[in-house]
């Protein structure tokens, strides 16, 4: 059963976070509904939950976290290296002023025997003591830096970059013991070679290290539609977001993404437009917002509004951005769709000069993802005499 994790105003009166194990998101909301919770938002789903917990099995260093601790991780909030360095330093102040005394007594009193050698030991023990930490945190960190340069080769089709991240990564936790889960790096080796053009071979990899992680079937044709798609072959990957569909206990995201699909491949916004109208009646987290924005945007492009898809799609860019830094790299894949999107809308409101900025940001992403149309409808429009 997963756990879902939640904010809102606990009995009490105060913002809180909890976590809540449930079979689906609707049913962690009356749980916790009827302890008293009010104003609740959903922040972790299903797919979540299951990448949490097998990063759990691959990483011996697994801090006890408290569902506010949790959420400040899952939002980008949590202190970084600096913050915690500053907060580790606060809390042995007394030590570090002692040491720091004890380093002035000696360089003062210059009387007692061997001087410099004292000296030269209390600066020792000081700085270490001082820089200990950011050296500890920096050497057990460097997986994170791999992953994120992992994601953002991923991001641009670098696909012999991302092979090469994910060596490095096995590397990395042979140092530290810290390291990616199984599952999400045969995901992620799966993607890299379909765009190499080893389709069969990341199908079978893959699928294979889903069942071994015990995937629910749902997530691991999510994850098989995603593969066929950088191959280019979204036929087989509408079957599968389809498949994932139908056996999906929490339908939220994958009919957000089954519709973004649908309207986004084949050109088909009343289907969609359905599936939308679904999705808004379900529990959904928060960071799909965004998502549901950009759906309805790229549905009013299709349908030739291009008023309400720049005001949708201007939202859904504004929400993406509204991250914290530590996080935008999850992101840039979809903040650069929107501004693809944006090229075409305000080219067709007559905003010409606001639409070649956003293309020339897009057009290389836009052209490795396959979106010939939109950059097809962008010159088009361009082109047109005012």
Same mark, same amino acid.
């Given at each position: 059963m997963p756990n879902f994790l939640w904010s809102g105003k606990a009995p009490s009166g105060r913002e809180e976070a909890e976590e809540v194990a449930a079979e689906t998101p609707a049913e962690a909301r009356k749980i916790l509904e009827a302890r008293g919770w009010t104003e609740l938002r959903q922040h972790t789903t299903e797919i979540a939950d299951f990448i949490h917990q097998r990063q759990r099995l691959a990483s011996r260093c697994n801090p006890k976290l408290t569902p506010k601790e949790r959420l400040q991780y899952h939002e980008g909030t949590a202190p970084g290296l600096w913050g915690n360095w500053v907060k580790v330093i606060g809390n042995s102040a007394v030590t570090y002023l002692l040491l720091a005394g004890v380093l002035g007594w000696t360089i003062y009193n210059r009387q007692m025997p061997y001087d410099r050698f004292w000296i030269a030991i209390s600066a020792m023990v000081l700085a270490y003591g001082v820089f200990l930490y950011p050296v500890l945190c920096w050497w057990f960190r460097q997986t994170k830096r791999l992953f994120v340069k992992l994601h953002t080769a991923r991001t641009w089709y670098r696909w012999e970059e991302v092979l090469q991240c994910l060596k490095q990564l096995a590397k990395a936790k $042979? &140092?530290? #013991? %810290? *390291? %990616? #889960?199984?599952? $999400?790096l045969a995901r992620y080796r799966a993607l890299a070679l379909a765009g190499l053009g080893r389709l069969d071979e990341a199908v079978t990899s893959f699928t294979a290290a889903a069942e071994k992680a015990n995937t629910p079937p749902w997530l691991c044709h999510t994850a098989l539609a995603n593969i066929y798609t950088v191959a280019r072959q979204y036929d087989k990957a509408l079957e599968c977001y389809r498949t994932a569909f139908e056996a999906a206990t929490d339908k939220s995201i994958i009919c957000i993404d089954l519709a973004m699909y649908l309207v986004n491949r084949f050109n088909r916004p009343q289907e969609a437009r359905q599936l939308l109208s679904q999705v808004e009646k379900m529990q959904f987290p928060e960071n799909a917002i965004p998502h549901l924005a950009l759906l309805r945007g790229v549905i009013a492009y299709r349908e030739k509004n291009f008023s309400e898809m720049d005001k949708q799609i201007l939202e859904a860019l504004a929400d993406f951005e509204k991250h914290p830094r530590a996080k935008l790299y999850l992101y840039e894949g979809s903040i650069l #769709?929107? &501004? *693809?999107? =944006? +090229?075409? $809308? $305000? +080219? +067709? =409101?007559? @905003? &010409?000069?606001?639409? @070649?900025k956003y293309f020339a940001r897009t057009e290389k992403y836009l052209g490795l993802k396959n979106h010939n149309d939109l950059i097809s409808e962008y010159k088009d429009w361009i082109n047109r005499s005012v």
């Open positions: $042979s &140092k530290t #013991n %810290i *390291g %990616i #889960n199984d599952y $999400s #769709n929107c &501004k *693809g999107y =944006l +090229a075409v $809308s $305000s +080219a +067709a =409101l007559g @905003r &010409k000069s606001e639409a @070649r």
